[in-house]
């Protein structure tokens, strides 16, 4: 079982220790004191005592990390200190001479080995000959480096698995935004310990996950995340992992920035870190479709994936984004078999939309910037008629459905179409979720039409894949408010 070690980071000696108070009551099984945050450095470091969890000192300086910035002396001085105030462990960076004086300087200590390189992650086999060498010299050899891309998160985990074969004590650890899957995935990684911070926002480190939810985790969660690129825009990860505690499942979501030439990477790494899947967004949704061992009947009518399931290795590519248009036209209570229906846009979501429409029976007229893409959609889905923007605006439609980004935050606060479409007991329906009501929805209000924001498809398209993963049904009201408070 993996122990996990609570690190604090305060700044005055009265603040650490009421922080280590707090820590010891949450039982982990270890607690490390950054004292090179302490400032001014502490003099006397016994008060610490009185805590009974096992106690790691560290005194990181700014090379790698941290903010001591005393001579070797002041720190082998501090140490014993901390060594008599009842501290177990301590930690000391590869490249300190301290090291070789460990043996008798610190004789009753359990030493951790440390490395880190803020800048970038070496290959596997030099992470491998790192953490040989820090073994060779401490009783917990510990690497951590900071990940600019997939291949370095592959790097670490490929690195883990292999080192994990000795019979050495490690810690292996990625940093960044990235660095999540390796902190959430250390007990598959066979890391001896997972670092942790007291509480969010409190983290010592980026990209370290909180003691409760590392402890929530245990040695085999389930992941799952999001890939595309950029990824800020996405409440994904709020509304999964609120389902996850609710639920109480050992479950996380990620972001998981992935650009186009990471895309086999990210699979290669998924399979090897056991993820359930994941959601697939701009820009890999049709990209990822030729990578995948199977596709759903949504995914292959759609030509599109936001989903992927993997299940003993295979990966299978789903579209839920159809079922979150299904459901939020069946709770409208808005039924479309025989009614004339506009679509403007002609990329995924426009395609998810489509693939309901037509299955549901309606007359369905496509409009979009490109017309080449309207007719390649088109031929798709027999029976969809692109028409040009002057005839949409002319003329009369049941139901309209915007599926462009326009009025989208951080996109131009615009209509996709002149108010002039809109009437009297139309049902309009715009799949842009942030903010709720977009200009193109306020204009249609405006003319009498009955509204739908893009809000309730989020929320049923992230039920539909959370149940493809987990096997559980999320609660619709835990899910909603999760997004409502992350769209703000
Ligand atoms: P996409 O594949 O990039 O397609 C975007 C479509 O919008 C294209 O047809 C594009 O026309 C058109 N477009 C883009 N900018 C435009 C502009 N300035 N003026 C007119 N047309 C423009 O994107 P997508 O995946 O379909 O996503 C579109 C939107 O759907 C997203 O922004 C999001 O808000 C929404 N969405 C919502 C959910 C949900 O759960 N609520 C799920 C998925 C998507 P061209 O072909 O001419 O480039």
């Known amino acids: 079982m993996m122990r996990i ?88 960076e590869s490249d300190s001479p301290l090291l070789s004086r460990a043996p008798n300087e610190f004789r009753d200590a359990e030493l951790i080995c440390s490395s880190h390189d803020l ?53 292996l650890i990625g ?18 310990f997972a670092y942790a911070s007291l509480e969010p926002g409190k983290e010592t480190a980026p990209g370290q996950l909180d003691f409760d939810t590392v402890k929530r985790l245990g040695d085999s969660p389930i992941i799952t995340g999001i890939i595309g690129f950029p990824l800020g825009h996405s409440v994904s990860p709020q509304m999964h992992n609120a389902a996850f505690l609710s639920l109480d499942i050992p479950g996380l979501y990620l972001p998981i920035p992935t650009r186009d030439e990471e895309l086999e990477g990210l699979l290669d790494l998924s399979l090897e870190l056991n993820m359930m899947g994941f959601n697939v967004t701009i820009p890999h949704k049709e990209k990822i479709v030729p990578l995948l061992d199977k596709l759903d009947d949504t995914a292959s009518k759609t030509k599109a994936v936001n989903t992927v399931v993997i299940l003993e290795g295979e990966m299978t590519g789903m579209n839920t984004d159809v079922y979150g248009v299904a459901k939020t036209f069946e709770k409208a209570e808005m039924r479309v078999k025989g009614k004339r229906v506009l679509v403007i846009g002609a990329g995924g979501a426009a395609r998810a939309c489509i693939y309901f429409l037509t299955s549901a029976g309606a007359r369905t007229s496509l409009v979009n910037r490109t017309r080449f893409r309207a007719d390649v959609l088109a031929d798709d889905f027999p029976g969809v008629q692109v028409i040009e923007k002057d005839d949409a605006e002319r003329l009369p439609f049941d ?90």
Not at 24 to 43: C, F, N
Not at 175 to 192: D, H, I, N, V
């Open 119 to 171: 800048h970038l992650t070496p290959e596997t086999s030099r992470i491998i000959e790192i953490l040989i060498e820090n073994a060779a010299k401490g009783d917990v050899s510990k690497a951590a480096f900071k990940v600019n891309s997939i291949h370095d998160v592959l790097s670490i985990v490929e690195a883990a698995m292999i080192f994990s074969s000795t019979d050495n004590e490690f810690v």
């Open 399 to 488: 139901v309209i459905v915007n599926c462009t980004p326009l009025g989208m935050r951080g996109f131009p606060d615009e209509s996709p179409i002149s108010n002039q479409v809109f009437r009297e007991g139309q049902f309009v329906f715009d799949t842009v979720y942030n903010p709720r009501i977009t200009r193109f929805l306020a204009d249609a209000q405006g003319r009498g039409a009955v509204i739908q924001s893009g809000q309730e498809m989020l929320v049923q398209q992230a039920i539909k894949a959370f149940e493809a993963w987990t096997g559980k049904s999320p609660s619709y009201e835990v899910m909603s408010e999760a997004a409502r408070g992350a769209i703000g």
């Open 175 to 192: 940093m960044g935004e990235l660095g999540g899957l390796t902190r959430a995935c250390a007990g598959r990684m066979k890391c001896s």
């Open 5 to 92: 070690c609570i690190s604090i980071a305060e700044k005055t000696l009265d603040e650490a220790l009421a922080a280590s108070r707090r820590a010891a009551e949450k039982s982990p099984d270890l607690i490390e004191v950054r004292i090179d945050y302490i400032h001014p450095l502490p003099d006397d470091l016994m008060k610490f005592k009185e805590i009974a969890v096992p106690k790691i000192a560290t005194l990181r300086p700014p090379s790698q990390g941290g903010e001591f910035m005393g001579s070797d002396r002041e720190k082998s001085i501090l140490l014993r200190k901390a060594l008599r105030a009842g501290f177990k462990v301590i930690d000391i």
